[in-house]
């Protein structure tokens, strides 16, 4: 099997190169099923937001 990344020739079972050691396309048939979205089955509430306390520049406390 050939390497499409740089052109080594691997052994026909080989996962990798055993060059550069990219993973190796294999003819194996791939899962093409197409999955449909799932409709959520739990709400979740948003976070509560808060106000930050700032203190005005001028006043510093000592």
């Keep these: 099997m050939k390497c499409l990344s740089c052109g080594a020739d691997n052994a026909a079972d080989a996962k990798f190169c055993k060059s550069c050691g990219q993973p190796l ?3 194996a048939p791939r899962d093409t099923a197409i999955l449909e979205p799932v409709a959520p089955t739990m709400r979740i509430p948003p976070m509560p ?7 005005s520049p001028g006043k510093r406390r000592a």
């Design 49 to 55: 937001t808060t106000r930050s306390r700032r203190k």
């Design 25 to 27: 396309e294999n003819n």
